[in-house]
């Protein structure tokens, strides 16, 4: 696919911001502060820089990877955690996904595992690349730390208001993959833990994304469905909504098929887990991070 330039101006405009507020709220990642008050800071400071969230800011320590953002009343604060902040800017549905790991655990060599892949795979990105190739990489990579990657978590393709899109990038090695193609957008997102190498959903839901209409009978569920209408789609977070019964409501809708939910990701044999993401454009002859 060939943009235009007014589209690569808005993945790099998200991209920018993206940047500049994760610098941000890494420096507030310490022992003691509450995680629904960076969630908030976050996803605030994205409006204020002239961007939208998109999707609400993942905070998931441990052996959890992703999928994890507080509620509207969590009194949750950090500790002695492996904290992944992934955190998501749109500008008009073009969208920047970046993720970073802040150790207050003490395992710097986790963390370093999954940086190191995401800029072993950055560097072999360009035209006609394999899908199976950056998989080959970036296990090789956490390998060689002694570590595994996660085996069900992938990197994604992002498109205008579609936050997972072709094609999946593999964060181990597999048979078969896709050849990219300049112009394409795509998240390289590398997991490690010193766990199984698998993770599995587990407990509520706190995320949720319209996943396709249907005509609803009760006056409060089409309320709600108008209320999710800015979201165009992409992932939004329960703490953002503003409605009686809301757990009920969202429950039936998703029980309908028109709501998708998102639980919390939890390793399988309680390993930490570590995450680096970077979002780039495909060129020829290479790429252009946009999220640094």
Wanted: hydrophobic share 40%; aromatic share 6%; proline share 4%.
């Amino acid at each position: 696919m060939m943009m235009g330039e007014d589209v690569v101006e808005k993945y790099c405009k998200a991209g920018r911001i993206l940047a500049e507020v994760r610098a941000e709220v890494v420096k507030m990642v310490k022992p003691g502060v509450s995680l629904l008050k960076v969630a908030e800071f976050a996803e605030t400071r994205i409006k204020e820089k002239g961007g939208m969230p998109a999707f609400p800011c993942n905070i998931s320590r441990n052996d959890i990877a992703a999928h994890a953002t507080p509620s509207a009343n969590d009194t949750s604060i950090f500790e002695d955690d492996m904290v992944k902040l992934d955190i998501g800017v749109h500008i008009d549905g073009y969208i920047a996904d970046t993720a970073i790991t802040v150790d207050l655990s003490g395992n710097p060599e986790l963390v370093k595992a999954s940086e190191v892949a995401l800029e072993n795979a950055i560097g072999i990105i360009r035209a006609g690349t394999s899908t199976v190739e950056i998989g080959a990489i970036i296990e090789k990579t956490i390998n060689e730390f002694g570590y595994k990657p996660v085996a069900n978590l992938t990197g994604h393709g992002l498109d205008r208001y579609v936050q997972h899109a072709t094609p999946s990038i593999p964060n181990r090695h597999v048979e078969q993959g896709v050849r990219l193609k300049a112009g394409d957008v795509i998240a390289i997102e590398p997991f490690a833990t010193n766990g199984a190498g698998h993770v599995s959903e587990r407990g509520g839901a706190e995320i949720y994304k319209v996943d396709r209409l249907k005509p609803v009978r009760l006056p409060a569920a089409r309320k709600l469905l108008k209320e999710l209408d800015e979201y165009k789609g992409l992932p939004f977070a329960k703490r953002w909504l503003c409605q009686n019964k809301l757990d009920f409501m969202l429950n039936q809708l998703e029980a309908v098929g028109i709501l998708h939910s998102y639980p919390a990701l939890k390793e399988d044999a309680g390993g930490l887990i570590s995450q680096a993401e970077h979002t780039l454009i495909v060129e020829e002859d290479g790429c252009q991070v946009i999220s640094r």
